[in-house]
């Protein structure tokens, strides 16, 4: 089901781009709002691309970690791996935030220089200025939550539990925690809900796809979808307020679009234009850059006096697509590499058995060499 040239899900990398995409739209529309055109308002169906990275998030863990189960150190390999990937390039984003907001205090809404600065970079909850729980670089509040995700899920490598299992009962936990937290502690705001059932909706998906399209599964999901219904028509009553979107439809459809792209990946595969999958390759920068570089384009119009909506919702587009592929190919992909060479617990070593046929296979190469050469173990011919 995945490519054969590259390992990977296609339909998934372009799912990526999809999702970055709606969330850059909908901030598009934001900062148009608040900085060129008062009257445009903000689309906010895109926030639902939050919900698909989630969904694949879940979907990828389950689906790239299938050598470290049970494997001595598998958590570590499994830990070193998502800090490679997630820290460095949030890391230098915050820092481009935190440089703005001392070098141009008014071009930076919604965040002011405070002690907490130092929480952002290490993915603890935090009030901002404007009393959400947001780090420094708002969009990094989606970190918070895959952050706890990847923990719970190197907890149950370390302990060589069931994945699937003790990640899903973790999970269940905190998202029916969401029925009793109070609105006053910043990590309960986080950790206690229902959005972190969207992880457990992916690696179910994982585990449909991986273990023979077993049925058991789809119950599974049916019961993430169940609990996250229950857990917002609870919430709803309470507070008397009822959307059979949000609470009703919204988690079904957003699980049912991924396990559709990840079907439907033997007809995708080879198939989608590779600008497409580089736009999935380099959406981590498109969706951490673009707070950075979107809010330029409505500026820059305003001060040339052109206050059209549309053009400055799609130059933002455009314009962060452009950067954040420069920034993919130039900084995020040249320092992951370096990292996976020169830190260890990144690449996983050979099991001892492969180490052994190898050698095998080299001393039989040796005695079919008309030199009588024998090759070492691992050593290119």
Same mark, same amino acid.
Not at 201 to 218: D, N, T
Not at 256 to 280: C, M, Q
């Given at each position: ?12 990398? $372009?799912?990526? =781009? ?5 969330? $850059?739209?909908? #901030? ?20 639902? @691309? ?47 935030? =935190? ?31 404007? @009393? ?5 670089? @708002? $969009? ?26 003790? *990640? ?31 992880? =457990?909706?992916?690696?179910?998906? /994982? ?14 999901? /049916?019961?993430?979808?169940? =609990?996250? /219904? ?20 919204? #988690? ?18 080879? #198939? ?6 580089? @736009? ?9 850059? #673009?707070?950075? *570089? ?21 130059? *933002? ?65």
């Amino acid at each position: 089901m995945r490519t054969s040239s590259t390992n990977r899900y296609d339909g998934i990398q $372009v799912l990526r =781009l999809v999702a970055a995409l709606l969330v $850059v739209v909908t #901030h598009a529309t934001l900062y148009t709002t608040e900085r060129l055109n008062p009257g445009l308002g903000v689309w906010r169906f895109g926030a639902i @691309g939050v919900d698909i990275f989630f969904v694949i998030s879940g979907f990828v863990m389950m689906a790239s970690t299938r050598s470290l189960v049970g494997m001595p150190n598998g958590w570590k390999y499994f830990a070193m791996r998502r800090i490679t990937r997630i820290v460095p390039i949030y890391w230098i984003a915050t820092t481009v935030k =935190l440089l703005t907001l001392l070098a141009i205090p008014a071009a930076v809404l919604h965040a002011t220089l405070s002690s907490k600065v130092l929480m952002s970079y290490f993915f603890l909850p935090t009030r901002n200025v404007d @009393g959400n729980v947001e780090p420094l670089l @708002g $969009v990094g509040w989606t970190l918070l939550f895959e952050m706890a995700f990847y923990t719970i899920f190197a907890i149950s490598l370390l302990v060589r539990a069931n994945t699937l299992t003790f *990640c899903g009962i973790v999970l269940s936990a905190l998202a029916v925690g969401n029925i009793f937290r109070g609105n006053s502690w910043p990590p309960a705001l986080v950790y206690l809900d229902a959005q972190v059932l969207y992880f =457990l909706a992916g690696m179910m998906i /994982a585990a449909y796809v991986m273990r023979g399209h077993q049925a058991r599964y789809l119950v599974g999901l /049916a019961y993430v979808a169940g =609990l996250a /219904a229950f857990i917002h028509i609870v919430n709803a009553v309470r507070h008397g307020t009822f959307s059979v979107w949000l609470d009703l439809l919204r #988690h079904p459809a957003v699980v049912a679009l991924v396990l559709a792209v990840v079907v439907a990946e033997p007809l995708l595969s080879g #198939h989608l234009p590779r600008v497409l999958t580089f @736009g999935g390759d380099a959406s981590y920068s498109l969706y951490l850059f #673009h707070p950075l *570089c979107a809010p330029i384009v409505p500026t820059a119009l305003a001060v040339l006096g052109l206050t059209n909506a549309t053009v400055s919702v799609v130059l *933002c587009v455009v314009a962060v697509a452009v950067v954040a592929s420069f920034i993919y190919r130039f900084v995020e992909r040249p320092i992951t590499r370096q990292l996976h060479k020169r830190l260890p617990y990144v690449r996983t070593p050979k099991p001892r058995m492969e180490i052994l046929m190898s050698s095998v296979r080299a001393e039989a190469d040796g005695l079919d060499d008309p030199h009588g050469q024998v090759t070492k173990p691992g050593a290119a011919r």
